[in-house]
C-alpha cells in the first residue's frame, strides 16, 4: 500500500480551544462504548455551534486545520457536517446550501479567454430545480448569481454566510464570483459553488438526495449558457446539492476526479500516437508549502522514449484517506485501458535534484504492479 506522505502540526501548537477540542475527538475515537462517544461528540457539537452562533469563523477554521492527525481532522469534519444539517429548532427559516460545480473549459483558438463566473439568470437555474423537485419539494429557492471558489463556503466564511442568510430572510446571498480562464492547448478542469438557501426545517431537509436528478441536464445546459464566451467551449457540471462542508468535501473529490481523467485521456492520446503504450507509476511525495505537504502523482512513460515522462499532481486534503485517493487514480487509468501500472514504495521529494523539474519517474523505476 502507498504511504501516506502528509504531516500534520504538532499538538502544542493549537490554540487552547483547539487542543480542547482535539481531546474531545480523540476521547470519542478511543472510547469503550456508543454512549461515551456520543457525549464527547456532544460537547464537541457545542462548542461548534458556539463558534457558529459567534460568527467566528476564524477560531472555527484554526480549530480543524491544526488537528495533529488525520484521523482527528475528519472526526471533528464529521460533527461540522452533522451540526450545521441537524433541525436546530421547530421553525421554518433560510437554510443555506451548496451546489458543488465542475467547470470544464478550452479556448477555441490560439488566446486566452476569460470568464466572469457571474450567473445572469440565477432565478432561472433556481426554477429548475424548483420544478424538479430536487431541494426535498421546496418551492421557495434562491441561488446567488456568481460561481465561487471553495474559499468563499468553507469553514472561515461558513458561519458569517449562515448568519447573512438568516438575515436575508431567503433573498439572494450576495457571493463574490471567482473568474477563470480557458487557455489555449487543452481542457482545463476549475472547481466552483453556486450557493442557494431556501425556506425548510434542516438543510438535511433540502439535501436528502445524493444523486443529480432529472434536473441535471437542464441545469448544466442553463448554467453552461450564462457563463459561456465567444471564442471557447466551456461545460459547468453540477453535483447534488450539500451543505456547505459537506460541498466542499465533494467538490474537491469530484473535481480531482475529473481533472484526473482529462490528463490521462489527453496524456496518452499523444503518447499512443508517438512512442506506444506507456507505463504508469504512482507515488507518494513531500511537497513544502502545500497546505498537507503531501501529494500523489502518476508518472506515465515510456520504454521506448526515457527521457520524457507526463505527469498529473495530486495534492492530499487533511480529509483524504490516501488510499482512496491512490484507488481513484488506479481506477481512471484502468478506465484507459493501461495495463501497465506501477505502485513505488517510500516517499519521495518534490523536485529531481538534477534538473530541478517536479520529480515524475520513468518506465524503469522499480515498483509493485498493480
Not at 424538479?132 to 468563499?152: E, F, I, K, M, P
Not at 496518452?268 to 503504450?277: F, I, N, P
Request: charged share 20%.
Amino acid at each position: 500500500m502507498i504511504p501516506d506522505p502528509r504531516t500534520y502540526p504538532p499538538p502544542e501548537a493549537a490554540t487552547a480551544d483547539a487542543r480542547a477540542l482535539h481531546r474531545l475527538a480523540e476521547a470519542s475515537l478511543g472510547a469503550e462504548t456508543g454512549a461515551v462517544a456520543a457525549a464527547r461528540d456532544a460537547e464537541i457539537a457545542a462548542r461548534i455551534a458556539a463558534f457558529i452562533d459567534a460568527g467566528d469563523g476564524a477560531a472555527l477554521d484554526t480549530a480543524v486545520a491544526s488537528s495533529p492527525s488525520a484521523a482527528i481532522h475528519r472526526h471533528l469534519w464529521r460533527v461540522i457536517v452533522a451540526e450545521v444539517e441537524r433541525e436546530r429548532d421547530a421553525s421554518i427559516g433560510p437554510r443555506l446550501f451548496a451546489i458543488p460545480v465542475v467547470v470544464v473549459a478550452a479556448s477555441d483558438d490560439d488566446r486566452e479567454h476569460r470568464f466572469d463566473a457571474v450567473v445572469h439568470d440565477p432565478a432561472e437555474l433556481a426554477s429548475i430545480l424548483v420544478e424538479h423537485g430536487a431541494l426535498g419539494g421546496n418551492r421557495q429557492v434562491a441561488l446567488a448569481g456568481a460561481l465561487a471558489t471553495v474559499d468563499a463556503i468553507d469553514l472561515r466564511a461558513m458561519p458569517r454566510l449562515i448568519r447573512a442568510a438568516a438575515a436575508a430572510g431567503g433573498a439572494p446571498l450576495d457571493v463574490a464570483p471567482a473568474p477563470f480562464s480557458a487557455l489555449p492547448g487543452g481542457e482545463r478542469v476549475h472547481l466552483r459553488f453556486l450557493v442557494g438557501s431556501a425556506l425548510a426545517a434542516s438543510v438535511a431537509a433540502l439535501c436528502r438526495d445524493p444523486d443529480v436528478g432529472k434536473w441535471g441536464v437542464p441545469f448544466t445546459r442553463a448554467l453552461s449558457r450564462s457563463i459561456a464566451r465567444p471564442g471557447a467551449t466551456v461545460v459547468a457540471m453540477p453535483r447534488a446539492p450539500q451543505s456547505l462542508p459537506a460541498a466542499v468535501a465533494t467538490g474537491r473529490t469530484v473535481s480531482r476526479e475529473a481533472a484526473a481523467t482529462l490528463f490521462a485521456s489527453n496524456a496518452l492520446r499523444r503518447m499512443r500516437a508517438s512512442v506506444g503504450e506507456p507505463v504508469a507509476t504512482i507515488s507518494a511525495h513531500r511537497v513544502e508549502g502545500t497546505r498537507t505537504r503531501g501529494e500523489l502523482r502518476v508518472s506515465l512513460s515510456s520504454p521506448f522514449d526515457e527521457r520524457e515522462a507526463e505527469g498529473f499532481r495530486c495534492p492530499l486534503e487533511p480529509l483524504d484517506r490516501v488510499a482512496d485517493v491512490a484507488n481513484l487514480l488506479a481506477a481512471v487509468l484502468a478506465e484507459c485501458r493501461v495495463a501497465d501500472v506501477r505502485w513505488l514504495p517510500g516517499v519521495h521529494g518534490d523536485r529531481d535534484p538534477s534538473t530541478g523539474l517536479a520529480l515524475l519517474f520513468k518506465a524503469g523505476a522499480a515498483g509493485t504492479p498493480g
